[in-house]
C-alpha cells in the first residue's frame, strides 16, 4: 500500500480526497452534470448529488471497498440540502481510502432509494405503481383515461387520438426493436402516452404488469388477466376462437384498420421470471449485456399473450400482442412495458456509475416520431419525475430472510431444478418460432431471417445457462444448508450470482 507522507497536512489530505470524490460523483452524471455535490455520510460512503443543465437533480450512493447494504436517504435532511460542496467530519481511514486507492478499479456500487428529484413535486412526480398495488379509484381513472383517448380526434387522419399511437409504433418498427434504441424510444414512447393520457385526468400515470412475480402461472392475475381488467382471451366457438376480445374494460377495441383487439393464448402460458431476470438486472455489468437478454424475455411475453406464429398453431385470429405493428392496442402493451422499463430503471440503480451506457450511434439524434427530444434525454427518468413502485406482494409467500429484498425481485413460487424439497422445477418455456422473428423483425429491418434468428437463439441460449447457474447454486447452497429455507438460498444465490464472460457480447 502506497503511504502518505507524515509531513503532508490533514487538509491537504482532505482536499485530494475532496477533489477525488467530486470526481466520481460527476463521472457518475456521464458527463452530463453541471455541478457535482458530494456529501459522505458514514463509513465509506459517498452520497452524491448531481445537478443538470434544466435544474434536474438525482441523489445516488456509491461505496469505497468492500459492498454493503444500507439504506440511502431518501432526500438530503435540512442540514445538508444548502451544500454545494462539502464534505462532513470524514476521519483518517475514510481520506486515506479515498487518497490512496485508485477508486476507478476499486469503486463498489450500490442500489439507488428512489428519490424524488428536487425540481419535483407531489403535483407533477408520476408514480407508476403494479396494477394489483391500485385502489378501485385509481384503476377506475386510468381506464377512463385511456378510453377517452379513443374518442378524441386523431391527428394523422385516423380512427382516434389513441390509433395515432399504433401508427406511430408500425411506423418505426424496424429501428426500434432488436436495437439499443429499443429502450429509450420505448421509454419516451410511454412517457409521451402518458402526458396525453394526463391532459385528461391529471392524476393518472401508466400502471405497471409484473409479469415476472407469475411467471409460471401467469393466468392466476385475474385482476388484470380476467373480466374485471382488461380482459382475459377471445372465446372459442365451435372450436376456434372468435375475432374479438369479449370481456374486460378493452372488449371490441379494434385497432388502426379495424382489426379487433384479440387474445389468443394457452392454458399453459409462461415467460421468463425472477429466477433469469434478477441475475439480469443486478449482476450483467454493462447496458450491451442487458439490453438484448431482456428485450428477449420481453418478447416473450408479447407472444405469450397473443399467441406464438407457428405452422401447427390452429386455424383462427392472430393475437393483437402477437404483431408489433398492432400490439399497442393492447392495453396490455402500455403495462408490459412500463415493467420492462421498470427493469431497465433497475439496472440503472444497481449500477449507478453505468447508468447514462448506451451503446447505440444515435446518442444526442432525436427519437423518430417523437416529441421528446433526444436519446440522452430519456436516459433518466428522473429528467421527467417519473418514478416506479413495485408490486407490494412480489414473492407471495417467499418473504426476504434478512434485509436482502433485491428490489423486490423476488420470484412467486420457488422455482428450480426441482431436485431439492425446497425448489420446484420450472415449466419449459417455448423459443421464439422462425415464424414469428421473421413476420416482426426481418421483414421490417429487411435482413435475412437466419441471421436474425441467430441472434434469438443465442439470447436464449444464455437464458438457459443463466437458468443452469441458478439451479446450481441454489442446490449447492440446500445442500449446505438443508434447514434454510427457499428464501434463503435465494437471496445467497442473487447476492453472489457471479456474471460470466461468455455472456457480455451475446
Excluded at 42 to 62: A, P, Y
Excluded at 217 to 243: E, F, I, Q
Amino acid at each position: 500500500m502506497i503511504k502518505l507522507k507524515t509531513s503532508e497536512p490533514k487538509m491537504n489530505m482532505k482536499r485530494k480526497a475532496s477533489r477525488r470524490a467530486k470526481i466520481l460523483c460527476l463521472q457518475r452524471a456521464g458527463g452530463a452534470g453541471m455541478m457535482g455535490r458530494m456529501l459522505v455520510i458514514k463509513r465509506r460512503e459517498i452520497l452524491c448529488q448531481n445537478e443538470w443543465i434544466d435544474g434536474t437533480r438525482e441523489i445516488f450512493g456509491v461505496y469505497v471497498g468492500k459492498v454493503e447494504l444500507a439504506e440511502v436517504p431518501e432526500q438530503l435532511t435540512p442540514k445538508f440540502q444548502n451544500c454545494n460542496y462539502l464534505v462532513m467530519r470524514l476521519g483518517t481511514l475514510q481520506f486515506l481510502l479515498l487518497h490512496i486507492l485508485n477508486l476507478s478499479f476499486y469503486l463498489q456500487t450500490f442500489a439507488v432509494a428512489a428519490v424524488t428529484p428536487a425540481n419535483c413535486t407531489a403535483t407533477n412526480t408520476r408514480t407508476r405503481s403494479e396494477w394489483r398495488n391500485l385502489n378501485g379509484t385509481q384503476r377506475a381513472s386510468f381506464i377512463n383515461a385511456i378510453k377517452t383517448l379513443r374518442t378524441k380526434p386523431s391527428r394523422l387522419h385516423l380512427e382516434s387520438r389513441y390509433h395515432d399511437y399504433i401508427k406511430v409504433h408500425a411506423d418505426n418498427a424496424d429501428a426500434i426493436h432488436m436495437s439499443p434504441l429499443f429502450w429509450p424510444w420505448h421509454r419516451a414512447f410511454l412517457y409521451e402516452f402518458e402526458t396525453e393520457l394526463r391532459t385528461i385526468d391529471p392524476t393518472v400515470s401508466i400502471p405497471l404488469w409484473d409479469w415476472a412475480t407469475d411467471a409460471q402461472h401467469p393466468l392466476r392475475n385475474t385482476d388484470l388477466l380476467g373480466p374485471a381488467g382488461a380482459g382475459s382471451r377471445n372465446p372459442r366457438r365451435g372450436g376456434h376462437r372468435v375475432a374479438c376480445l369479449a370481456d374486460g374494460f378493452a372488449a371490441g377495441w379494434r385497432g388502426v384498420g379495424g382489426n379487433c383487439l384479440s387474445r389468443v393464448y394457452e392454458d399453459g402460458v409462461n415467460w421468463e421470471g425472477y429466477d433469469t431476470l434478477a441475475p439480469v438486472v443486478l449482476k450483467s455489468p454493462s447496458f450491451r449485456a442487458f439490453r438484448g437478454i431482456a428485450e428477449n424475455c420481453h418478447n416473450d411475453v408479447h407472444v405469450g399473450i397473443g399467441g406464438d406464429l407457428t405452422e401447427q398453431r390452429p386455424p383462427g385470429p392472430i393475437g393483437t400482442m402477437t404483431d408489433i405493428t398492432l400490439s399497442p392496442n393492447d392495453p396490455l402493451f402500455w403495462m408490459h412495458h412500463a415493467f420492462v422499463d421498470y427493469l431497465w430503471w433497475r439496472w440503472q440503480q444497481a449500477h449507478p456509475l453505468k447508468a447514462n451506457d448506451y451503446d447505440g450511434k444515435d446518442l444526442h439524434s432525436k427519437m423518430k416520431g417523437l416529441q421528446s427530444g433526444t436519446v440522452q434525454r430519456a436516459l433518466s427518468l428522473q429528467s421527467w419525475c417519473i418514478v416506479y413502485e413495485p408490486y407490494s406482494k412480489a414473492g407471495g409467500k417467499l418473504k426476504a430472510a434478512s434485509a436482502v429484498t433485491h428490489f423486490a425481485m423476488r420470484p412467486g413460487s420457488p422455482v428450480g431444478s426441482g431436485k431439492k424439497k425446497n425448489t420446484v422445477a420450472r415449466k419449459k418455456k417455448t423459443p421464439l418460432s422462425k415464424i414469428w422473428v421473421e413476420k416482426n423483425i426481418a421483414h421490417h429491418k429487411k435482413v435475412p431471417v437466419e441471421e436474425v434468428l441467430a441472434v434469438v437463439r443465442k439470447h436464449e441460449a444464455v437464458v438457459e445457462d443463466i437458468k443452469n447457474e441458478f439451479d446450481k447454486a441454489m442446490d449447492d447452497f440446500l445442500d449446505a444448508n438443508p434447514s434454510s429455507s427457499y428464501s434463503d438460498a435465494y437471496d445467497h444465490t442473487i447476492s453472489n450470482f457471479e456474471w460470466k464472460e461468455s455472456w457480455e457480447n451475446s
